[in-house]
């Protein structure tokens, strides 16, 4: 089944605590990206990846970084959370940036 | 001025009526458009795609775009209580362009009361 995973589906942690959320496909899509979805603002993207190896910045890139080693893994990682990182992320795969994405199930993510 | 404007709603319809959801772009370049749903606490699964100008049916769905107006729609026949969701509309120029990427409206939110 095609499908993006992403974990953990619900995270709660500390302000300044490292964490990881992995990303990943199994359509062998080039193309991943990361969103996150707040109330009223809709779907931003923090950081995307062409290729393995080739990454760059979305629209909201602060706090996070990515990296891209295998084609299907993305993983996610915010080195210092703050509460403004509480949000709904979602990581999506695509063979083309602007043609139909799949997503994961999201994690909503919970820094206090 | 966003992109793409989306009205949140929640729109709310009896079961079995027929829902029309919209969306408004302001980039001419845009020439792929989609529809995604969006269930509580789920990602977004894309429901319809659409290239350039007309319409697209899919069993009790149908996509509009209408390029001239910058306005594309999704309408849902015969709505059911399991429609009920947040929809999500996107849209991109070609690929390579300058908008080189997925552009998503907020997304409305579908309430079909049984």
């Known amino acids: 089944e095609a499908q993006v995973t992403q974990n953990p589906r619900y995270l709660i942690t500390v302000t300044g605590k490292k964490l990881t959320v992995t990303c990943s496909q199994n359509?062998?899509?080039?193309?991943m990206s990361w969103y996150r979805q707040d109330p009223g603002l809709g779907l931003r993207q923090i950081y995307y990846?062409?290729?393995?190896?080739?990454?760059d910045k979305g629209d909201v890139p602060e706090g996070y970084k990515v990296s891209r080693k295998e084609k299907r893994n993305f993983p996610l990682i915010l080195e210092s959370p703050s509460p403004n990182q509480t949000s709904l992320y979602f990581c999506?795969?695509?063979?083309?940036?602007?043609?139909?994405?799949?997503f994961g199930q999201g994690t909503r993510l919970t820094v206090v | 001025q966003k992109e793409v404007e989306q009205d949140p709603g929640p729109l709310s319809v009896p079961e079995g009526a027929i829902v029309s959801l919209n969306c408004t772009y302001s980039?001419?370049?845009?020439?792929?458009f989609m529809w995604y749903r969006q269930y509580s606490r789920k990602g977004p699964e894309l429901l319809m795609y659409?290239?350039?100008?007309g319409n697209k049916e899919d069993g009790r769905f149908t996509a509009q775009v209408d390029k001239s107006s910058k306005y594309i729609s999704l309408f849902i026949r015969d709505s059911q209580p399991s429609d009920s969701a947040t929809y999500l509309c996107?849209?991109?120029?070609?690929?390579?362009?300058?908008?080189?990427?997925?552009?998503f409206g907020t997304g409305t939110l579908l309430a079909v009361q049984p």
């Open positions: 980039n001419s370049a845009f020439q792929y």
């Open positions: 996107a849209m991109s120029a070609r690929y390579g362009g300058a908008t080189n990427k997925l552009i």
């Open positions: 990846s062409m290729n393995v190896e080739v990454t």
């Open positions: 659409t290239y350039s100008s």
């Open positions: 999506a795969s695509s063979f083309v940036p602007n043609t139909e994405a799949f």
């Open positions: 359509m062998n899509h080039e193309y």
